[in-house]
């Protein structure tokens, strides 16, 4: 099984900055994207920005050129940079990872989610 752990949410006013990070472990063999999603209350989930092992990054709309996601493939983490902060950023933010492991099997895990609020 793989563990996937946040942390860095909280209440932030408009225009403030965030940092979240996810570091993953348990039987990794190899991870080949990680990502972050958010869920606001009556939203569905919704991709924010995912990274590859390679570096490529993908962005939301809604947060390009505000977010900046970057990645330690030696340490399996993933962080999450938000700048200019929005109300309507505030959500829970998972975090997410996909790979292998030492068998083989792929997998794909999520975080538990961390609170994220913009309010003045």
């Known amino acids: 099984q793989v563990q996937l752990v946040e942390s860095g949410g909280g209440l932030v006013q408009p225009g403030g900055s965030l940092r979240l990070s996810c570091a993953a472990s348990g039987s990794i063999f190899s991870i080949y994207a990680m990502g972050w999603y958010r869920q606001a209350p009556g939203k569905q989930r919704e991709l924010v920005a995912a990274?590859?092992?390679?570096?490529?990054?993908n962005y939301a709309d809604s947060v390009k050129g505000r977010f900046t996601i970057s990645r330690d493939n030696a340490k399996n983490t993933v962080y999450l940079q938000m700048n200019s902060l929005k109300p309507e950023d505030t959500a829970v933010y998972y975090c997410?990872?996909?790979?292998?492991?030492?068998?083989?099997?792929?997998?794909?895990?999520w975080g538990q989610g961390t609170q994220v609020t913009v309010s003045s």
């Open positions: 997410n990872a996909m790979g292998s492991d030492p068998g083989g099997d792929d997998f794909g895990s």
């Open positions: 990274i590859t092992s390679g570096g490529s990054t």
